[in-house]
């Protein structure tokens, strides 16, 4: 009757250390995928960040492209910006005179430095059409838009404003 317990023990010592496994093996698996969704979630926030910084830039160089037409405007309204109509062109920068211009029919590539391992390539057009919205409306008021692209025109930033000459 001895042996025969003795025999019970060490199957039930055999059947207990395979529980061990099954829970060991199921502890492993839910680690696994909890670990998986982690590193996922992480890589998903990083693109995120990297986009937000992108069009946090692209948008800064649509308001400096309002800005310069707008410092071009007060400067001299008469000759540089109320002649324009339906102009589609770039802003140039001559560093001697230090003076803003507008380059007609161009696109103005800015590279841009974001870290040291990736460069992104913005494309900047400035469009400024005659605002008439109804007849009461003077020709002096001029529609400004800002337009940047990046990712190979594959996305865009747009800024708006309307000028006019107010020193009149």
């Known amino acids: 009757m001895r042996k025969s317990t003795s025999k019970k023990n060490k199957l039930n010592q055999n059947k207990q250390g395979a529980y061990s496994v099954i829970e060991l093996m199921l502890a492993v698996f839910i680690f696994t995928i909890t670990i998986t969704g982690i ?25 400096e492209g309002l800005e310069v037409v707008k410092s071009i405007a007060i400067e001299d309204y008469e000759s540089d910006i109320l002649s324009l109509d339906n102009f589609s062109g770039s802003l140039s920068f001559d560093a001697g005179t230090k003076i803003w211009s507008l380059t007609p029919g161009t696109v103005e590539d800015i590279n841009s430095v974001l870290d040291q391992t990736e460069a992104r390539n913005f494309k900047r057009v400035i469009y400024i059409d005659e605002l008439t919205a109804d007849e009461t409306a003077t020709s002096s008021l001029k529609h400004v838009q800002s337009v940047v692209t990046w990712n190979n025109n594959q996305s865009t930033t747009t800024l708006e404003m309307v000028i006019s000459n107010w020193t009149r």
């Open 39 to 63: 590193v996922y979630l992480m890589i998903d926030i990083i693109k995120s960040s990297d986009k937000s910084v992108v069009i946090n830039q692209a948008t800064s160089l649509a308001a």
